[in-house]
């Protein structure tokens, strides 16, 4: 077998990682999250799942990565015994179907920059909504998900240094400083300051009497955000060489992660509020309607739209190329194939599987759900049984290199994993597992009955 490939600086590593990690999740769904369930409670929840439960279970998958030199897939069936040796393939699957939709919406996002260049956003609600139907499903939707797909192609298949390293050093910056740049913008916009007090203040009273909702919605998007789960952080670890402090970077990168997170709300509420658009519409398309009324309203909107929904674009961009490194990397370890025939033909199946979600959005739902709610989460469960039960002995002495004493953080790591997130995934799993349930009998059986 060829030479497996490595980052080639510090710096690489940590910006794919950021890259993976800061996403749609992060400038899309993040506020809206917080706009629906209680704002600034909501966040304090969604901070302490990412402390106690995102933050070991990323430990939990470098060690795992930097340990084995592998794939998930491969990592698991080198380090597990039993049923966990077949564990990686939950992950695998996971990345496949997140990967499939991901890039559908993502090519939404690359037309909503094309009709902000052009002026085109309707600035009234029912309009807008019009305009993302005929964006979100049909040959348009097909278009640029098969556009998006190509892109991503490109970067993985030139390979870990040449292509998601290079990559990933120019889209991370600019989305950062993109994100800045807007932030201090709308800050000038009249209404901004309504909007910050809606977004920052907490309503203790509606996360009293909301709290079942809000902490499995709170976990999952603690995972989704940190792109924990599905084996990426497994996989990028895998190409690290042995020096590096391994929870050093992992505070990094949740760091920019919460950050940008929270830069975004300081974004998106003012538009809302000084647009007279109201927030917190449900659902995965009333962001973009939403949100192209409101550019819809504003003297510059075109622009402002155009700019927000690129750095939208390319924070898909570097988590897309995350996921499908984790599919790619298996087929070149376990099977040896050449990456870049690799790439192209799992792209393609990738391609195909999306298809269904153009359809129309109660499939990008099904998908998402199922991803979001439930695979993402069993993925993290079993991660956490697994490094804090089973394989605990090297998982120590693996976050100890680059390290040294960990002193009593090492146990502390242990516990977190043995106990907080092995009960709080269980449970977040299992109430997915009735969500969706509900969906399926509920939403999801009176549109296939309308509709087939
Ligand atoms: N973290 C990405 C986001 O916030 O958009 C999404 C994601 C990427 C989820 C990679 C899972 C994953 F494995």
């Known amino acids: 077998m060829s030479q497996r490939e490595s980052w080639a600086t510090r710096t690489g590593f940590i910006f794919a990682a950021v890259g993976s990690a800061v996403g749609l999740g992060n400038i899309w769904r993040f506020p809206f999250q917080v706009g629906q369930e209680g704002g600034a409670g909501f966040v304090l929840i969604y901070l302490l799942f990412i402390a106690s439960i995102g933050f070991p279970v990323m430990l939990a998958e470098f060690v795992i990565g930097r340990r084995t030199d592998r794939n998930p897939v491969g990592a698991l069936k080198q380090l597990g015994s039993g049923k966990l040796r077949y564990a990686g393939w939950l992950f695998f699957t996971t990345g496949f179907l997140i990967l499939s939709y991901y890039s559908v919406v993502a090519g939404w996002t690359v037309r909503y920059v094309l009709l902000g ?42 390979g870990i240094q040449r292509g998601i390293e290079l990559a990933v050093k120019v889209m991370v910056p ?32 509606y996360i009293a009497s909301e709290w079942q909702s809000i902490l499995p919605a709170a976990a999952g998007q603690a995972f989704f955000t940190l792109s924990l789960g599905m084996g990426v952080m497994i996989t990028y670890a895998s190409y690290l060489g042995e020096d590096r402090n391994l929870a050093e970077d992992g505070l990094i990168i949740i760091g920019f992660d919460t950050a940008i997170a929270l830069l975004a709300g300081l974004v998106v509420f003012p538009i809302f509020f000084s647009a007279g658009v109201s927030p917190g519409a449900p659902g995965a398309g009333a962001v973009f309607v939403t949100l192209a009324a409101a550019f819809g309203k504003l003297s ?17 961009l570097s988590s897309a190329i995350s996921i499908l490194e984790v599919v790619v990397s298996y087929l070149i370890d376990e099977h040896g194939m050449n990456r ?38 069993f993925g993290g469960f079993i991660l956490a ?54 969906f399926l009998v509920g939403d999801f059986a009176t549109w296939f009955g309308d509709n087939f």
Do not use: C
């Open 385 to 438: 049984v697994f490094v804090g039960w089973v394989i605990y002995d090297f998982a120590l002495d693996e976050l100890s290199k680059g390290i040294g004493d960990l002193g009593p953080w090492g146990t502390t790591w242990l516990w977190l994993l043995r106990v907080p997130a092995v009960i709080g995934l269980a449970v977040v799993v299992l109430l997915g597992i009735i969500e969706y349930y509900d």
């Open 300 to 316: 510059l909107g075109g622009i402002l739209g155009a700019v927000f929904f690129f750095t939208v674009a390319i924070a898909a």
């Open 117 to 158: 260049l052009q002026n085109e956003y309707v600035g009234d609600v029912a309009g807008a909504e019009g305009q993302f139907l005929s964006v979100a499903s049909g040959l348009d939707a097909v278009f640029f998900h098969a556009l998006f797909m190509l892109a991503i192609i490109a970067i993985v298949g030139l």
């Open 174 to 205: 600019a989305i950062i400083v993109i994100m800045v740049g807007m932030a201090v913008y709308v800050f000038t916009l009249e209404g901004a300051g309504e909007a910050y007090a809606y977004y920052l203040s907490p309503d203790f009273g």
């Open 340 to 377: 870049l025939s690799a790439t192209a033909i799992i792209s393609a199946i990738i391609f195909v599987v999306g298809l269904p979600t153009t359809y129309d959005i109660q499939v990008l739902n099904l998908y998402d759900l199922l991803v979001n709610n439930i695979l993402l989460v």
